[in-house]
């Protein structure tokens, strides 16, 4: 088959006549894991300086955000389009109010033509989830929310808060209003081995998901993880051995299910491990062939859990 996966990148481009960039927003927001509502540890693998992008500064508007993402990305393709992504920590955690100026703020900048909103499960209402639903007949949405495991045990262990009951709730309260929705999964906590991973596969597959995302555990300094990690080391993927996971991962999930992507680098100076010296295309690349040598593709196994 031509496709080993159903990639996000050919995903994306039959939603569009043109080509979209996703452009990061900080809007201020901060966590219930980390203001005390919950918590005020967060989840203890968290820095979101691991993600936010340079043009991304919370001391200036949304508007003058995406503006300065847009000068960043406008020499390569001048005829560019843009989704405005409320990236850093829970971008739905605020007043509907709230909430609506910020979401509305993005869509009335040029050349801004759908938005993705990052969140926790925990974080979503009935009266949110109308007013995203009556949004999305108009421009294109998309919801992204942190399951990062259906592990009930580990859930609690990275002191996430929510338990994952909470996940397919609000993943299918979503999905049945319509609006595009996307989740996230890290592979390589601690406590779970390439097994019960792949014993999540099938558990993915059976929510209403539209997109999903997948990345290895990386131990980022300054963070709980980081402490447990030099207390007593666990194991942490090579390039290798996530590869070949990857590859048995996949081929237990249902075909329909787009994959944005497989793996994520934290910056140099904060990752402490695993140290792949790899670019994600690099990755991407090997993965590639590794599925292409070894015959392995969405969705081979599926049919098993079905």
Same mark, same amino acid.
């Given at each position: 088959?031509?496709?080993?996966? &159903? ?13 979209? %960039?996703?452009?990061?927003?900080? #809007? ?12 005020? +540890? ?11 992008? #340079? ?19 406008? +020499? ?82 990275? =002191? ?9 709730? #609000? ?28 014993? %999540? ?8 998901? &539209? ?6 555990? %990386? ?27 990857? +590859? ?16 994520? %680098? ?13 670019? &994600? ?6 993965? =590639? ?9 969405? +969705? ?7």
């Amino acid at each position: 088959m031509d496709q080993l996966y &159903n990639d996000f990148s050919h995903w994306i481009r039959r939603q569009f006549p043109f080509r979209v %960039q996703k452009l990061s927003v900080d #809007a201020g927001f901060t966590c219930p894991n980390r203001d005390g509502r919950l918590s005020t +540890g967060g989840c203890i693998y968290c820095d979101n300086n691991t993600f936010n992008p #340079a043009y991304c500064d919370r001391k200036k508007t949304v508007a003058e955000q995406l503006e300065d993402g847009k000068r960043f990305f406008s +020499g390569k393709y001048p005829e560019m389009k843009y989704l405005a992504y409320f990236q850093a920590f829970t971008n739905t955690y605020g007043s509907i109010d709230h909430l609506k100026m910020l979401y509305e703020e993005a869509l009335n900048v040029e050349d801004i033509v759908g938005i993705v909103i990052g969140t926790r499960p925990d974080c979503v209402s009935e009266d949110l989830l109308d007013y995203l639903q009556e949004l999305s007949k108009h421009t294109f949405v998309l919801v992204e929310y942190g399951i990062e495991t259906t592990n009930d045990d580990t859930l609690r262990l990275i =002191n996430r808060g929510h338990d994952f009951e909470c996940s397919r709730r #609000a993943i299918e309260e979503t999905a049945k209003r319509g609006i595009l929705t996307g989740g996230h999964i890290i592979l390589g906590l601690p406590g779970e081995d390439a097994s019960e991973s792949i014993r %999540q596969a099938s558990v993915i597959s059976s929510l209403p998901l &539209n997109i999903l995302k997948v990345h290895q555990l %990386q131990v980022i300094r300054g963070t709980k993880l980081a402490r447990m990690y030099s207390e007593k080391p666990f194991h942490l993927y090579s390039v290798d051995e996530y590869i070949h996971l990857i +590859g048995e991962y996949i081929r237990h999930l249902r075909p329909s299910l787009v994959l944005e992507r497989f793996v994520s %680098q934290s910056p140099k100076e904060l990752l402490i491990a695993p140290k792949w010296g790899l670019k &994600n295309y690099e990755f991407t690349n090997l993965l =590639n062939n590794y599925l292409k040598k070894n015959g392995i593709y969405q +969705g081979e196994l599926f049919a098993e859990h079905v």
